[in-house]
């Protein structure tokens, strides 16, 4: 942001007052000068480090009548403190300009001048700025990452920034305040002591790795079952007690697989087979970046969640239900292919509809549909469809030459009746949006008791969702289970609006946390997105602020 946009600064020269000491005057000036080489090229270097936060800097000196904000005497240790808070929540620690403070308080040791005591004043000011920056909302722009991107992003303080910073500054425990700014529940706090367990983990040397093999089962005996006792001893799935032969793959080793598997989105069955074997052996560096990521994520939405509200981590295959940060509903979804991605965004759910019929959207009809039917007409009526007009009027499906059918030019709509086949299932839940995706239940019912579930063409497929119906609705007496089932079985279609609309958070995290028991669970990168966000989070460093007085 420009310096010059900010309308409520005004830099003006000081004139020396009565009463202020030389040298302070001299720190003063020497801050202004600063301030006012920001307002003319929007940008200053101090020891090679660039101030990103100018215009905020500006503020803050500005309304301090430019005296210097910092206690030197502890002002480094107190930074130290704030970065070492900052990397426990994933944040790199070489974002932050400790060591040019450094440099300059080195100077400062040997020969106090009022150039190098405004140099450090206002390099203390930007790792202030910086770090409270990323923890409110994230080091990574979330819109760079995800196209279709819709939360708030916004700087809404109750009080003015520069006040704020000016109280943080002065609090006898920065990274304390600062960390207090920022309540953000307890998966988050949960994420942060993983990633400190994780971290030790890894300087501890990690978990051996298992050697390549055939399929590993009970019954198995060899080198191999060894090294996967050993492994599965470091992260604490099987206990440390020593085992009459450790080379034996028993009945006690097989549930520490199953154990292992449940929590890395696996299929449960307790052989170590080819899949198994390969998550065993992801290195825990690896699973260190998940639970950044996850710190991540979460910072650029847990600051502004509502008090209930729908959760679908598309990552981890689930849907919640999520009110006062406990979670009232928890059950498996199916979420789009790789090659249809169920998008990353905010909706409010309007209304569900019980008997839902289904309109073949664009792609669906593109990509499915129209290649069925070439070769297999009978297809409509094996799975209830009507023929349109645009008009919605009937069409005799039987006089259509459907190998002469385009996407393109369509001129047909394609509504699939209320039943047994209906790909939506008995009840559907709207949150109107622009990518044509919601909650819906699924005859594809056999599909949930896969670990890996992206089958569907972008919408979330739900396994329990008369549940989900019952919740919403909220109302015993007229939306009870028993009357949500009569509904259903009147097989007419029966749309039903929420008392208020629901927000609906569509996110993807790796890594994540079962709501019941708090064990970290680690998820396949379905849409291969880790690594660019990764990358992103140990790249370059920017502030981008909407401010607002």
């Not at 425990?173 to 942060?192: Q, S």
């Not at 949150?431 to 995706?437: A, C």
């Not at 008369?466 to 509904?487: F, N």
Request: charged share 25%; aromatic share 10%.
């Amino acid at each position: 942001m420009s310096f010059r946009s900010i309308g409520f600064v005004c830099v003006f020269a000081l004139a020396a007052q009565p009463g202020v000491a030389a040298e302070d005057e001299a720190v003063r000036r020497a801050l202004q000068e600063r301030v006012e080489h920001m307002m003319f090229v929007d940008t200053l270097e101090i020891e090679g480090e660039p101030l990103l936060a100018g215009a905020l800097i500006a503020q803050v000196y500005g309304e301090r009548d430019y005296r210097p904000a910092w206690r030197r005497a502890d002002a480094l240790a107190q930074l130290r403190g704030l970065v070492a808070l900052a990397q426990s929540e994933g944040l790199p620690a070489a974002d932050y300009p400790l060591t040019n403070l450094q440099t300059v308080q080195d100077r400062l040791a040997r020969s106090e001048s009022p150039a190098d005591i405004a140099s450090f004043d206002l390099l203390a000011t930007e790792l202030l700025i910086r770090v409270a920056y990323h923890m409110r909302f994230g080091k990574v722009d979330p819109a760079t990452q995800n196209p279709a991107w819709n939360f708030k992003r916004e700087l809404r303080p109750s009080r003015d920034p520069a006040e704020t910073l000016e109280q943080l500054a002065a609090e006898p425990n920065v990274a304390e305040a600062v960390a207090r700014m920022f309540p953000r529940g307890w998966l988050y706090e949960r994420a942060k002591e993983t990633l400190s367990q994780y971290r030790a983990l890894l300087a501890a040397g990690g978990w051996p790795a298992i050697s390549d093999g055939p399929v590993l089962n009970i019954g198995d005996r060899g080198p191999r079952v060894a090294e996967l006792r050993a492994r599965l001893r470091v992260t604490g799935e099987l206990a440390r007690t020593n085992a009459p032969d450790p080379q034996l793959f028993d009945e006690a080793l097989s549930t520490a697989v199953v154990e292992f598997q449940r929590r890395h989105g696996l299929d449960a069955d307790g052989a170590v087979g080819k899949q198994t074997l390969a998550t065993m052996n992801v290195n825990v560096g690896h699973r260190v970046g998940q639970l950044r990521l996850t710190l991540e994520r979460g910072r650029w939405v847990m600051d502004e969640l509502d008090q209930r509200f729908v959760l679908v981590n598309i990552a981890g295959f689930y849907a919640a239900l999520v009110e006062n940060r406990k979670y009232l509903w928890y059950t498996p979804v199916q979420v789009g292919t790789p090659f249809r991605k169920t998008p990353v965004f905010r909706g409010e759910m309007e209304y569900l509809v019980f008997n839902p019929t289904w309109v073949v959207p664009p792609g669906i009809l593109r990509k499915d549909i129209l290649p069925r039917l070439a070769k297999d007409p009978g297809y409509l009526q094996e799975k209830n469809f009507r023929v349109l007009d645009r008009s919605w009027n009937p069409v005799d499906a039987s006089a259509i030459d459907w190998t002469t059918m385009s996407s393109r030019a369509f001129p047909y709509i394609l509504e699939q009746g209320p039943g047994p086949t209906n790909a939506l299932g008995r009840v559907k839940f709207i949150f109107p949006n622009s990518h044509f995706v919601f909650l819906h239940d699924t005859p594809s019912q056999a599909l949930f008791e896969r670990a890996s579930r992206s089958f569907s063409s972008g919408c979330i497929r739900v396994k329990d969702p008369l549940e989900l119906a019952r919740l919403l609705l909220d109302d015993e007496d007229a939306w009870s289970a028993e009357q949500i089932q009569a509904t259903l079985d009147a097989a007419s279609t029966r749309t039903v609006h929420l008392r208020e609309p629901l927000p609906v958070l569509l996110l993807y995290w790796t890594a994540d946390f079962h709501p019941e028991t708090g064990e970290v669970h680690f998820y396949d990168d379905i849409y291969s997105r880790d690594a660019e966000l990764l990358n992103a989070l140990d790249g370059d460093v920017s502030i981008k602020l909407a401010l607002s007085n």
